[in-house]
């Protein structure tokens, strides 16, 4: 429900600012509640709204009655629809974000909310990304002197697994999350011969942005995955695969840009002239040879 589409205000200052006039002093007080705990509020029926502010169990109705809406469900929907609005919402913080997700799972129905979130992102891949944009990564890769790969917060994880493939494989990547220590050390060596990968995802962080910058000075090649809200890099990356993770309150994990990246080293091994796969094949008869403790 948006103020464009039916009238109502997007956010719950704005809402109540339009309807100050018709509040009761019970309305105070429930919106006290809603105010000082948006997160549990999105969560909680009228009732325990209610109680937390010590009104009547019907107080909560009331409110959403007067605030424009059918019922307390209706008003409850709207707040939990406001989790999550990138940038500029009521709830924008990890807590909020995941809250969203609960909201959306029926009761004893988590595991499946989440199955189903996932398979819709990945489903929407294979007509936002095309066999040519894997390809396009896969011959810069190849082309590569080094690989430079880095990725912030959650995406660090990404990074690391998308460096330790291609070093299998026979690469020379260097995951950049892990060396956040000695960052400019490792910069330092970057040239022309050289790409950098970065995985950008919920905005760019400064540290994606100022790689880039160095990147560019250098002339490396740049390639980034993102989802939508973390594609807007400057100055832009050579090759860039942008692609929705899920939609408000959707899970938004790792697995489309994995699935992606998973995509890309296995497309590689398929153009390197078996490289990767003689590299796989040293790498498994060497861990063979290695006691129990080092293999593992």
Known sequence: MSESQSGVPTFLADLIALHSGRLTEADARLLDVLMSDPVRAAMDNGKEVSSRAGVHPASAVRLARRLGFAGYPEFRSFLQANLVDVG???FENPAARMAARLARAEEGKLLAT?????????????????????????????????IFVLGRSHAATLSA????????????????????HVLSEAMS?????????????????PVILDIRAVAAQKGARTLV????NGARIDPPADLQISVSRG???????????MTIANAVVLD?????????????????????????RLAR
């Not at 939609?247 to 840009?257: A, D, E, H, K």
């Open 247 to 257: 939609g408000v309150g959707q899970s938004q994990s790792l697995v489309v840009p």
């Open 268 to 292: 590689l091994a398929s153009i390197d002239e078996g490289r990767s796969l003689k590299a796989l094949d040293r790498f498994k008869s060497f861990r063979a040879g290695l006691p129990p």
């Open 114 to 146: 989440i199955l189903e979130s996932e398979i819709t992102a990945l489903q929407q891949v294979k007509t936002s990304v095309s066999d040519a944009d894997i390809r396009a990564f896969s011959e810069a890769l190849r082309d590569a002197r080094r």
């Open 189 to 205: 060596t970057l040239t022309a011969d050289d790409v950098v990968w970065l995985l950008s995802f919920r905005g760019p962080s």
């Open 225 to 228: 995955l993102s989802d939508i």
């Open 88 to 90: 500029t919402g009521d």
């Open 161 to 180: 697994l998308i460096a330790l493939r291609l070093k299998r494989s026979g690469y020379d990547a260097i995951d950049l999350a892990s060396q956040m």
